[in-house]
């Protein structure tokens, strides 16, 4: 039987929204680490970004329903944790998208560029954590909206 | 390096994973009530990241255990006698001071060994130290900043932040007090003696307790107990009732 390419299959995998960031998909963030095929089994290896981040198993279940919709017969999730994620994996369209959308990407320094609102660049920190694990609180001083902060890792 | 038991190696990832997921819940505990809105963010992100990793720890611990079980069954199914934490996680929040100064003691200590496992002989704890590393490495960043707001703070967030570390510190040594397990370990290069990690956690948390405007207590007097399992407080039975009732009420129950 033959079977898709796994290039088609990260194809597919390309069009997956994050489920909590959804402007991004799952190979923008980064975290999908391979593909191949064991026989006619489609084997997809995934990385957790944070370790009790709750979109993980959804993030499982979403590939899965995606690659049987295309007609993949079998699917089988692995986990891998090491080499750990980082936000360095993160694509730089990825990186537009979250801007545009509002959010700050991640940056090397660990603090944001600019508001993702006004390109402001006076910007203070409220707190280290956000709506979601990977994100932390920020505002910008001269807006002054606040704005949410990818972290990096 | 030498072999070591199936015993000695379940003990140890039971310590690791069973304060991750004592102080996880307590953590939780302040969710919605936490002073201000930031700070709850951050304590039930925190709550998360460490339930995350006891996922990671106890599933190890299920695995090298070889009876079939899982995480969950070891989170819901032991009781006070088969727990391995520190006494330390399982203290009550208290107030916010204290909530917050075991946080640090607690993430400082967890960051010291997360750095030393990354070496250890054992892939798959490697694997879990270097992805726990960075999320520790934050949590600790953010404790210590909170520790040295409120140290240097207003005369009673000092005052009660003083009180925190008194009150805390006699449960510090349990982290340092090692045992044959952690010397089998250590021997088989799969992990740090804990004893050996006392200078560099001491030179850490001092400095920031000294820039936090605070005074390191110089009593050596430790309560030991919740690592090894011989006498746990009074308060871990009364978190397991709660964490553990659905399971208890209603046995194999899932989602």
């Known amino acids: 039987m033959t079977h898709p390419t796994t290039q088609q299959v990260w194809d597919w995998l390309n069009t997956i929204p994050d489920p909590e960031i959804p402007v991004i998909s799952l190979t923008d963030l980064g975290i999908v680490r391979n593909v191949e095929w064991d026989g006619d089994t489609c084997v997809v290896t995934v990385t957790p970004t944070y370790s009790g981040c709750p979109a993980t198993r959804v993030i499982n279940l979403d590939i899965e329903t995606s690659l049987l919709a295309n007609g993949v017969g079998k699917v089988e999730m692995k986990q891998q944790l090491s080499p750990a994620w980082t936000t360095d994996w993160m694509s730089e369209s990825g990186r537009k998208k979250l801007e545009e959308y509002g959010i700050a990407p991640p940056q090397p320094g660990g603090v944001p560029r600019r508001c993702p609102q006004c390109g402001g660049t006076h910007l203070e920190k409220l707190s280290q954590f956000g709506s979601t694990p990977c994100k932390a609180q920020w505002r910008c001083q001269d807006c002054l909206e606040p704005f949410e902060y990818f972290k990096c890792i | ?255």
């Not at chain 2, 003990?11 to 201000?36: K, Q, Y």
């Not at chain 2, 703070?153 to 044959?180: C, I, K, N």
């Not at chain 2, 006498?231 to 871990?236: K, S, Y």
Request: glycine share 10%; with cysteine.
């Open chain 2, 1 to 255: 390096m030498t072999d070591v038991s199936q015993d000695a190696l379940f003990e140890f990832l039971l310590r690791m994973g069973d304060n991750t997921l004592i102080l996880g819940h307590r953590v939780s505990e302040w969710c919605g009530h936490a002073p201000i809105l930031e700070e709850d963010i951050a304590l039930a992100n925190t709550a998360l990241d460490l339930l995350g990793q006891t996922q990671l720890w106890l599933g190890y611990a299920a695995e090298v255990q070889g009876e079939g079980k899982t995480a969950d069954d070891l989170a819901f199914l032991r009781d006070v006698w088969d727990f391995r934490n520190l006494l330390l996680v399982e203290l009550p929040n208290g107030d916010f001071a204290r909530t917050i100064m075991r946080q640090f003691l607690f993430d400082a200590f967890n960051s010291v060994v997360l750095g030393h496992l990354q070496t250890s002989g054992d892939e798959n704890i490697r694997a879990i130290a270097e992805k726990a590393s960075k999320e520790a490495a934050y949590h600790v960043e953010r404790s210590a900043d909170t520790v040295v707001g409120l140290g240097d703070g207003t005369r009673e967030s000092h005052d009660r932040m003083q009180g925190a570390l008194d009150f805390l510190w006699p449960y510090v040594g349990e982290m340092f007090a090692s045992d044959d397990n952690d010397r089998a370990l250590a021997e088989a290069g799969i992990a740090p003696d804990p004893a050996g990690l006392r200078d560099e956690y001491n030179a850490l948390i001092k400095r920031v307790i000294t820039k936090g405007t605070l005074t390191m207590p110089d009593s050596d007097f430790a309560h030991k107990g919740g690592r090894t399992g011989s006498m746990h407080t009074e308060h871990l039975g009364h978190i397991l009732c709660e964490m553990q009732w659905l399971q208890r009420a209603y046995p194999g129950c899932k989602w």
